[in-house]
């Protein structure tokens, strides 16, 4: 999810175990999937490479009714300098039982033309480099600027007695008392910088991160909460909230059809492995105190909500709530 949300899509990959299916989490750096020309859900072909431990370039090629595995010719450094040319040679063919591409996309906010979109992009991190460059502004102006500068007019400066060379700033600035043996020398001051202002630029510029993330802004500033009720903290989480639930659809999607591979991996004639009524179950994303939710849940009860409903909205899983009902069959019979 984490990859997904930053690089606009990731994958899952199921493979055929013995009893159990191998899935694992997969980086779009690695992979890559192509669909059918019109049909976005059909899977045509997904290629995986990765570096080995021994240095070569490994490549899995995964068809519907095979995968072809190739390795680079020679070991290759992508690590630091130009990139090497690769050169392929074929590494064997392994049948592929499940009869489709095993490579599941999992898409951040995907729009009915394109696929996922980084949820760093439009935008968002030409905001971060403002950011950035502003706290720099700031720490170089905290060097020159934040300090008051002094004046001294009518005087020659110092010189050490023993060397006759100009004594430093450095030196100066050390002492804690000064001599002047003119009269007529006068000291002057000029106040530092105020910084305030260029805190001030920042938080404007956190401001607008915050709205255009959709992301709390007491998160970035927690003094922004104070003397708030839980109402209004509550209120001020809503738009992170429904972002949150606006990939709860596209993620979905890719689970229930990791769960028909999982089954088709174990048996190619399990009927799951081609159930289109299966239902992701994810954990409520609104923050809650225990008390709000049963107070929420026994009033759903007086107007006839069934208990199961309210089990599941509470967050019981499917098996525990069988598991309740089983005992509460149990305490009837005795």
Request: aromatic letters at 6%; hydrophobic letters at 35%; a negative charge.
């Amino acid at each position: 999810h984490t990859d997904s949300i930053k690089l606009g899509e990731a994958y899952w990959l199921v493979q055929p175990d013995g009893d159990k299916p191998k899935i694992t989490a997969e980086h779009p750096s690695q992979v890559i999937v192509q669909s059918a020309p019109g049909d976005r859900r059909k899977r045509v072909a997904a290629l995986k490479e990765w570096t080995d431990g021994d240095g070569h370039l490994r490549a899995n090629i995964y068809l519907p009714s095979y995968v072809a595995k190739f390795r680079s010719e020679k070991a290759v450094n992508r690590t630091y300098g130009p990139m090497e040319k690769v050169v392929w040679v074929a590494d064997g063919v392994s049948q592929n039982s499940l009869g489709v591409v095993p490579v599941v996309p999992m898409p951040n906010n995907p729009s009915m033309l394109k696929g996922g979109v980084s949820d760093l992009a439009r935008g968002k991190t030409a905001i971060q480099d403002a950011i950035n460059k502003m706290l720099g502004d700031s720490q170089v102006a905290s060097e020159s600027h934040a300090l008051p500068q002094r004046v001294l007019l009518g005087v020659e400066p110092p010189r050490d007695p023993v060397t006759g060379r100009v004594v430093t700033d450095e030196r100066m600035a050390e002492s804690q008392l000064w001599y002047f043996n003119n009269e007529a020398a006068k000291p002057y001051e000029f106040g530092a910088a105020d910084m305030k202002q260029l805190r001030d630029l920042v938080d404007g510029q956190i401001g607008d991160l915050a709205s255009q993330t959709r992301t709390p802004v007491h998160y970035f500033k927690p003094q922004s909460i104070s003397n708030l009720s839980a109402e209004a903290l509550q209120g001020l989480e809503t738009g992170l909230v429904s972002k949150v639930r606006d990939k709860l659809d596209a993620f979905g999607d890719g689970y229930e059809e990791v769960a028909r591979l999982a089954f088709r991996a174990i048996d190619p004639n399990d009927p799951r492995a081609n159930e289109t009524n299966i239902e992701v179950i994810w954990r409520d994303p609104e923050s809650r105190s225990q008390a709000q939710l049963v107070d929420s849940l026994t009033k759903m009860a007086t107007i006839g909500v069934p208990r199961e409903v309210l089990w599941e909205r509470y967050g019981f899983s499917p098996p525990e709530i069988e598991r309740m009902k089983a005992m509460e069959s149990l305490d009837a019979f005795l």
